[in-house]
């Protein structure tokens, strides 16, 4: 049997590169889930109208909001696609109001940071609006908030927040601000941290103070 031997080259890492690079993967990991809302694909209906199943990881208040497919067309005219994958939601389903939020755990005590992207995603004469906040999971207390108005739409709009996790629990809520259909679209939701946890970065100080320390008694031998 005759065959070939391929040979692959290995790529080393010293210590501290190594905990950079996972300190980095860890910063920029994403802490919601269905974030972009592709989870269930509404591309049959091609949208669910007030579907409480369609959303896993999030919970809609009694309004609900409505999952656009990048196929549904209507009129007045749909302005955009979604920002991230195929699908989005539209904030204001039949009465103002709609509302979504999520509670993930985190670190007390770390900085972290939302972002999601927004937009009057249909032709109408309605402004469009929505006020976000971050919660403490365990008390409902606001640590931030925003809001964002929209009245032509079209572009979407990155929205951003921090705050301190104040517990173990941290909360992300949406909520439509605007009046009867004058939805707001929102889209690729993010939570992470926003600076890495202290003891990741006393352990990458360590390891790099161990490496130079290394290094300088090389030199010495």
Known sequence: MCGYTVKIPMRTFSIPTLILLTASASLHAGLLTNGSFEAVDASASPYFIRSFSSLPGWTQNSEGVDLIHNIYTQAPTVLVSASDGNQFIDMNQALSGGSVLQVVNVTPGALYRLTFDATAWAENSRTSAIAYE???????????????????????????LQAVATSGLLGVRITETSAFQAGLGVDNVNLDLATPEPAMTSLTGAAVLALLGARRRRRTV
């Open 134 to 160: 971050l919660f403490d999971g365990n008390t409902s207390t606001v640590l931030a908030s925003g809001t964002f108005t929209d009245p032509t739409g079209g572009i979407w709009v990155t929205q951003q």
